[in-house]
């Protein structure tokens, strides 16, 4: 399962990425907009791009099929391998079609349920996005919506990459694992909570202060 950070925060996302683990990262309006309201959206999402390397979705915010395309393009002039992040409604399908056809890449986002991502998928939805966090918080298990669309896509051999969204702690991270999910997008202190282990610390700490009683007595 490949590991995107699901950020807009330079800070985060550059530390993330000189760790070396990322093959991508995913941002959204909500998250842009957590960040400094004077910063130069254009000039952050190119920021971005460079600090990962790899993937970038970046989402429209039309709600008609023109604007998403007017928006697609705007966002390619400023860096062509550009994803195209575009909300699962019927006027974002046709705009995921053409794109598809023109062989550029989207991410269909607001996914809850395993039929809208085979829908999307058939758009040609390059990477469908499931929001499992959100179904959790309204008592839906986020996790099965992924094990589903999981197993239909191994069922059906589908091409579009299932990337597992609205990731909230290390056990959604571990369970969209288990399911088959090609990608996860984790929050940065998820990604933090992931990788902490106090055997890991306190291991350190006991091979470190044992090396120095060795060299201490050596000397
Ligand atoms: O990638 C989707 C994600 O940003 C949504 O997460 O925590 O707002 O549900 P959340």
């Known amino acids: 399962m490949q590991l995107y950070v699901d950020s807009a925060n330079l800070k985060d996302i550059k530390h993330a990425a000189s760790l070396g683990i990322l093959s991508g990262v995913t941002t959204n309006p909500s998250l842009l907009a957590k960040e400094d309201p004077t910063l130069d959206i254009k000039k952050l999402l190119l920021e971005i ?10 989402e429209v915010v039309s709600t008609d099929t023109d604007g998403m395309l007017r928006e697609a393009d705007e966002i390619l002039q400023w860096f062509p391998e550009a994803t195209i992040k575009i909300p699962f409604i019927p006027a974002g399908l046709s705009a995921v079609r053409k794109l598809s056809d023109q062989e ?10 395993a039929n809208q991502a085979l829908i999307a998928a058939n758009a040609g939805a390059t990477y469908v996005s499931l929001f499992l966090g959100r179904l ?3 008592s839906t298990d986020g996790v099965q919506a992924v094990r589903d669309t999981c197993e239909i896509w191994e069922m059906h051999g589908l091409e579009s990459l299932i990337i597992a969204a609205s990731i909230r702690n290390p056990l959604h991270f571990l369970e969209c694992a288990k399911a088959g999910a090609h990608i996860a997008t984790v929050p940065y202190k998820v990604l933090m ?3 902490n282990h106090p ?3 306190a291991g350190l700490d006991a091979f470190l202060k044992d090396h120095q009683k060795m060299l201490t007595a050596k000397s």
């Not at 791009?49 to 970046?58: K, L, M, R």
């Not at 550029?104 to 996914?111: A, R, W």
């Open 104 to 113: 550029i890449p989207t991410n269909v986002t607001l996914l809850f349920t």
């Open 199 to 201: 055997l890991t610390d």
């Open 136 to 138: 959790d918080d309204i």
């Open 49 to 58: 791009h460079e600090s990962v390397g790899g993937h970038t979705s970046v």
């Open 193 to 195: 909570q992931c990788m």
